[in-house]
């Protein structure tokens, strides 16, 4: 099993080149935020609860122990940036917009930005290799974020 720091070091391999960096800050947060809004889409019926439930919430808490099992720290990050992205979809469909139309034209775009970053690099996207690339991409850059915090990984 790859410790957090080799799934970094090999995704950050194919993310040198300047310019995709500054493409992956902005597009890989807008993929994550769009595939939570997909799957937020997804209402789940459960009876007697409060608060309306979907595949979000679900995939969300699996994907916070995939992060758990690489990095506690890691996991406390994207659990709060998970809890972000549930609020933004919230506050996208109270404002009657209709979610899963909204996440398409994101991911679309995002997708788009994605792959002329990596035109640019001259390197395929990591998830070629390996689908759970797509999955370290925002530990990739949270990363950063924790270096320039002191945060330990």
Request: a positive charge; aromatic letters at 14%.
């Amino acid at each position: 099993m790859r410790t957090i720091h080799q799934w970094l070091d090999e995704y950050g391999s194919s993310h040198r080149n300047h310019t995709n960096k500054l493409i992956h800050w902005v597009c890989v947060p807008a993929i994550f935020f769009s595939i939570v809004g997909f799957l937020y889409a997804i209402k789940l019926p459960v009876a007697g609860f409060r608060m309306v439930l979907s595949v979000a919430h679900i995939v969300l808490l699996l994907l916070i122990l995939y992060y758990a099992r690489l990095s506690p720290s890691l996991a406390a990050g994207m659990l709060i940036i998970g809890i972000l992205c549930l609020w933004g979809w919230r506050m996208i469909a109270i404002a009657e917009i209709v979610v899963w139309q909204a996440a398409l034209v994101i991911f679309v775009l995002a997708w788009i930005g994605q792959f002329i970053g990596h035109k640019i690099e001259g390197a395929k996207p990591s998830f070629f290799k390996d689908l759970q690339f797509l999955l370290i991409g925002p530990a990739w850059l949270l990363s950063f974020i924790y270096k320039k915090a002191g945060i330990k990984l």
